[in-house]
């Protein structure tokens, strides 16, 4: 792929500085080659002219969402979560995994956990997701003593993903790690 420009931090990055951005940049860089690969298509993509008029379209839908509408991303998750299932085998049935434990990261609406307790009902589902009073969605799995939700901003949790405190000590977040 060819290298492109870095452009001045898009929608979903101005709650950061740029700094602050730079170093989950870093970190993951880092650590997963999977990460750069993807960081490189998102670059493209954003030097794309018509990505200014999707992202900003796409925000204000997610920002305004009717119940109506999340109801249908709910859905659509969940067939998401079917056809990567189908394409790669990735949930055990409980035959063969009766204790299968998932984390599931940014898990609002839920679709993907939703699918696994489909494929496996015996499945535990431990989920991770930002606070509606932070900007977060509403999980609208129905309430199953198998899945335990904490609302959390993920970005808070450097040191239990193995990074030593990259949340700078005077951000005004630093208390909650
Ligand atoms: C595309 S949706 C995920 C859909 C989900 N995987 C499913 O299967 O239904 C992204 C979710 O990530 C949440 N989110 C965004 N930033 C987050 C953060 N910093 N920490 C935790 N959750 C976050 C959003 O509130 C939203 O619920």
Not at 155 to 160: G, I, R, S, V
Request: overall charge negative.
């Amino acid at each position: 792929m060819s290298q492109v420009e870095d452009k001045p931090p898009r929608p979903d990055e101005q709650n950061l500085r740029r700094d602050e951005f730079q170093i989950l940049d870093n970190y993951f860089t880092e650590k997963s080659p999977t990460f750069v690969e993807l960081r490189q298509v998102q670059r493209e993509v954003w030097n794309l002219p018509s990505a200014d008029t999707h992202f900003a379209q796409q925000a204000h839908r997610a920002d305004t969402a009717s119940p109506a509408l999340q109801r249908r991303f709910f859905r659509m998750m969940q067939r998401i979560g079917h056809e990567l299932h189908k394409a790669h085998n990735i949930i055990p049935p409980p035959l063969a995994s009766p204790n299968l434990q998932v984390l599931d990261i940014c898990m609002a609406p839920g679709g993907y956990s939703a699918t696994v307790l489909k494929h496996n009902p015996t499945a535990q589902i431990f989920g991770l997701s930002l606070p509606e009073t932070d900007g977060g969605h509403p999980v609208l799995l129905k309430d199953n003593p198998r899945v335990h939700v904490q609302f959390t901003d993920i970005t808070m949790l450097a040191a239990e993903m193995g990074g030593a405190a990259i949340v700078p000590a005077g951000h005004p977040m630093a208390a909650r790690c």
